[in-house]
């Protein structure tokens, strides 16, 4: 019998994805999605599902199903408000998730009378936003009574069975199929092969049944449906059997999309092809164009906006699209080959993507522009009603598929490559947060996806230029590099240009968690004056006394109520004044070994009792290192002698080098190693995102610890910490 969803094949395939290419114009008015072409047989039913908008009126408003009329008007069925046509009573229901912003319409018992033009729509009236939906029910197709029916996937494989009498054992076996009124020979016992079915067909006599003999048909295309004979003997006395092959071109799956937002593919062909490589092309005339594939090819249009992932060692995996433009809309379809391109007759499955014009994502830049040492504010839109939900920000890396490493979360979680220049502010009830990012380096060019753990819908990407500093920096700090001694005071000056006269002007002290502001000075505010003044444009913020732990990055920034602006940071050490030389670096086993030479050098020149600048910027980086250990130096204080002198923290070196990777290996045990505390804790927080979440999610976003890890290669710890979250990463690796 034929299965309900059944559609001719071949034929359909090339209408359905014609009338693609041509109808959308006409669609896209209307943020109404449906399937197109619904074909159902007498006797089943069907189900249709309708998309609209996630506004509240829509999951109120009328859900509507009405049949277009020869004369324009559209007579309705059933809808939301309870009404059923005579012609449906008892046999049709419509359904309204208003969770989910769909709508279902079921029909039962379905005759050829179904068959016509319907719309789904939404409103007071039939003629508001609709989608239109072709029904066509069809009768079972009749065959010879001993007709065998294989319903096969296309790109698959059918065993055919063809049983014989013990007279025609000897005799000639071979399938034909039906062209016409004569048979096409497609294989026999004589080793004959049909060019057509060249290297994906077999005859054989297998197992235990004497009486039976198979054909195989592997990679089976559109074409290969229709009728066949399986054929024992030559004469009359042949055993014959008919055979109906169906070939079925997999039913897209609708998946409804809002422009700027985020969409996901979820392909799983199947473990057939696990170890085959896999592609997301899309649909273009008769043509399929590659978009990604697993052998790292990807088409530039979606370049800094599209992740491959891979799921499992099954060979699934899923392909998320962010930044959704308006031009995406179409059929896709994923599917296993060696070449990592579409090939006849290989498993594939099929998406119609619609993207929503009338999206309910708000327009945030797609664009911001830094220059060299200066800042950028990155605002992120989310889903309000998730003011709860974890945010993040993670970079988007071109190599491969794409990855994209988290660099901050919501939850006090800062990569450590980043620490000191990027700040996460949440800002809640307001659908966004602000990623604050500066000390702006050529290399930090490329694209940043912001997202959260809950509504992946709502997943959009930013591209950051960064060019060249022409002029003079808007915000100055003096002094420039600060060595803070402590018990003294430190005052800090923030020089602002007057473009920012008007705005806020704040001093805030960074951490994993933020930037906690300070109370501060602010020299202009305090004049009579209204005309900008550029030598009292200064904010100041004093310390006074110093503590050790005073020492940090400190942000000097504007900001216009919740709108956050530009930002400069500028790092204070705090530094007991000691006879002997200072020790800057002493922590981190992968600071490079020259540092503390260079800054003995530099110390030399500062005078006993002041806390003064380090003239020198090209410190920074190395400083940004040492603050990282610091930090959690700092939060284990309670653990580790505080009194520790300089000789002593050669022997903390070592023991970070050894306890990190091994407050890894224990980090789901009840072992804590105080030393380990502050990264163990950054990577429960991403283990835990990874396993409660099952579907596409933060598990497809590397570790915040993977790239550091990967740039200091050469360096012990990281490397082993590296191939230890490889292995929690797996889907990434593996396939
Ligand atoms: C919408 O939600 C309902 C109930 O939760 C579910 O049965 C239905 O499959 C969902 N529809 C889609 C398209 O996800
Ligand atoms: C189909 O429609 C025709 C004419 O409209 C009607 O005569 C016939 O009874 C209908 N058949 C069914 C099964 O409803
Ligand atoms: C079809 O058969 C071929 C040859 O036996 C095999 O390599 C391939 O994996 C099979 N394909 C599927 C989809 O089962
Ligand atoms: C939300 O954002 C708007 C526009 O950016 C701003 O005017 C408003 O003050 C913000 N509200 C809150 C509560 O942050």
């Not at 059929?331 to 993507?353: D, N, R, V």
């Not at 060595?483 to 602002?496: D, E, F, K, R, W």
């Not at 610890?705 to 929690?728: C, Y």
Request: aromatic share 8%.
């Amino acid at each position: 019998m034929a299965q309900p969803p059944w559609k001719p094949p071949a034929m359909r395939f090339f209408v359905a994805t014609t009338l693609l290419v041509i109808l959308p114009a006409v669609f896209t008015k209307s943020p109404i999605f449906g399937p197109q072409d619904v074909s159902s047989v007498v006797g089943t039913s069907v189900s249709i599902t309708c998309y609209y908008p996630a506004t509240s009126v829509n999951r109120h408003s009328r859900k509507y199903w009405c049949r277009q009329g020869a004369s324009g008007l559209c007579t309705t069925l059933i809808s939301s408000n309870g009404y059923v046509s005579k012609e449906y009573a008892d046999r049709a229901h419509l359904i309204n998730f208003p969770e989910n912003n769909t709508f279902m319409i079921n029909i039962e018992q379905l005759t050829q009378n179904d068959t016509g033009s319907y719309k789904c729509g939404l409103g007071t009236s039939n003629r508001g936003l609709f989608f239109e939906v072709s029904l066509e029910v069809s009768q079972a197709p009749d065959f010879p009574i001993d007709t065998h029916v294989y319903t096969k996937d296309l790109g698959r494989n059918v065993t055919i069975d063809c049983p014989f009498q013990k007279e025609n054992a000897h005799s000639k076996k071979s399938l034909c199929k039906k062209i016409g009124q004569t048979c096409e020979l497609v294989i026999d016992s004589t080793e004959y092969v049909n060019p057509k079915y060249k290297d994906r067909t077999r005859l054989s006599m297998k197992g235990t049944n004497p009486k039976l003999f198979n054909v195989d048909i592997n990679y089976l295309r559109l074409s290969d449906a229709g009728l066949y004979v399986c054929q024992a003997g030559e004469d009359s006395s042949a055993d014959r059997k008919n055979v109906d092959l169906q070939v079925l071109e997999p039913k897209p799956e609708l998946v409804y999309g809002d422009l700027r937002a985020s969409v996901a593919f979820d392909c799983d062909l199947g473990r057939e092809v696990a170890h085959e490589a896999k592609y997301l092309c899309r649909m273009n005339k008769e043509t399929c164009d590659l978009i990604i594939n697993t052998l790292g090819q990807r088409d530039p249009a979606f370049e800094g906006r599209i992740l491959l992932t891979r799921k499992d060692n099954n060979g699934r995996f899923s392909v998320l699209i962010t930044g959704l433009r308006k031009e995406d809309a179409g059929h896709y379809l994923c599917g296993a080959h060696s070449s990592g391109l579409p090939q006849e007759g290989w498993p594939i499955q099929a998406w119609q993507l619609f993207v929503n014009e009338e999206s309910t994502m708000p327009p945030s830049r797609s664009v911001v522009k830094g220059v060299t040492g200066g800042s950028v504010a990155i605002v992120c839109p989310y889903n309000p009603k998730e003011s709860n939900s974890l945010k993040y920000l993670c970079r988007w890396e071109a190599d491969g598929n794409g990855h994209c490493p988290v660099l901050v979360e919501s939850q006090g979680v800062v990569h450590e490559q980043y620490e000191g220049r990027l700040a996460l502010y949440d800002q809640p009830g307001n659908g966004t947060y602000t990623v604050i990012l500066n000390q702006l380096t050529p290399q930090d060019a490329g694209s940043y996806w912001c997202l959260t753990d809950g509504d992946s819908r709502w997943r959009s990407t930013v591209e950051l230029q960064v060019s060249e500093a022409t002029g003079t920096p808007n915000l100055e700090v003096t002094p420039q590099n600060v060595i803070a001694v402590p018990g003294q005071a430190l005052t800090l000056s923030c020089h602002y240009t007057c473009k920012y006269y008007s705005q806020e002007k704040y001093w805030c002290k960074w951490s994993n968690e933020g930037c906690h502001t300070l109370p501060s000075l602010d020299k202009a505010a305090r004049l009579p004056s209204v005309s900008c003044d550029p030598n009292n444009q200064v904010i100041s913020m004093t310390l006074n006394p110093v503590k050790k732990e005073d020492e940090g990055w400190y942000w000097c920034g504007v900001k216009k109520g919740q709108a956050y602006g530009e930002t400069t940071a500028i790092y204070v050490a705090v530094e007991e004044k000691t006879g002997g030389s200072r020790q800057v670096s002493p922590l981190d086993a992968n600071a490079p070994a020259n540092v503390a030479p260079e800054e003995e050098v530099v110390e030399s020149g500062v005078s006993e009792n002041e806390n003064k600048a380090i003239p020198n910027p090209n410190l920074l980086e190395e400083e940004r290192e040492i603050d990282g250990v610091g930090d959690q130096a700092q939060e284990n204080r309670a653990a580790v002698d505080a009194g520790s002198a300089d000789g002593h923290k050669g022997t903390s070196k070592v023991l970070f080098s050894t306890l990190v990777p091994l407050g890894l290996v224990l980090a789901v045990g009840a072992v804590a190693v105080w030393v380990a505390r502050v990264r163990h804790r950054k990577n429960v927080d991403r283990m835990s995102i990874s396993s409660y979440r099952t579907d596409i999610s933060m598990a497809d976003f590397k570790n915040p610890r993977d790239v550091g890890g990967n740039v200091n290669m050469g360096a012990s710890p990281d490397t082993q910490e590296t191939d230890l979250e490889r292995k929690d990463g797996m889907y990434f690796e593996n396939a």
